[in-house]
């Protein structure tokens, strides 16, 4: 292998190791180094069930939150005015 291909290599590492070290960086704090709450706001002392609901779908069938118990449920609001 000559002596060119060996840079290359080391280039290519540096290059990989700037590139981590700039996402590292971006990233800012992990999630539990997060600023504490505002005053007069408190986190829930435990989480709560969802409460019930139902709900048309586009389809024209009803979406319970019963049919939805053990799976994780992402809420989605979105609107267009």
């Known amino acids: 292998m000559s002596n060119h ?5 080391r280039g290519r ?3 990989m190791l700037g590139l981590v070290a700039v996402a590292a960086a971006w990233h800012g704090p ?3 180094a997060q600023a504490p709450l505002p005053p007069g706001l408190a986190a829930p002392a435990k989480p709560s069930p969802m409460p019930a609901f139902d ?3 586009t389809a024209g069938a009803t979406l319970r939150s019963a049919a939805l118990r053990g799976q ?3 809420i989605r609001f979105w609107a267009s005015w």
């Open 30 to 32: 992990l999630p539990a």
């Open 55 to 57: 709900l048309p779908t």
């Open 5 to 9: 291909a060996g840079r290359g290599q």
């Open 13 to 15: 590492r540096r290059l």
């Open 72 to 74: 994780v449920v992402v």
